[in-house]
């Protein structure tokens, strides 16, 4: 990957070793947090939840709006 220096003229970025790049995915891995049993299943309730939400208030407006085309349509024809 390049990096553009300030006189424009792309500077190419260090190298790493393959053994050196490992170690590094190992520690930025080290650095992971999964989340409990239990918040993965009240963020999967929350999920479910605003997922039922919002497809019932795009139910009602999709039948708002579509009441109103077929009533436009009913006064043009």
Excluded: N
Excluded at 23 to 29: I, L, N
Excluded at 62 to 77: E, N, R, T
Aim: no cysteine; proline share 3%.
């Amino acid at each position: 990957m390049a990096i553009e220096s300030k006189a424009g003229e792309k500077a190419k970025a260090p190298r790493v070793s393959v053994g050196e790049f490992v170690r590094q995915v190992r520690a930025e891995a080290a650095k992971i947090v999964w989340p409990t049993t239990s918040d993965t299943i009240r963020m999967t309730i929350m999920v479910l939840i605003m997922t039922t939400l919002l497809s019932l208030f795009f139910l009602g407006v999709d039948k708002i709006l579509g009441g109103i085309v077929q009533f436009l349509l009913g006064l043009a024809g």
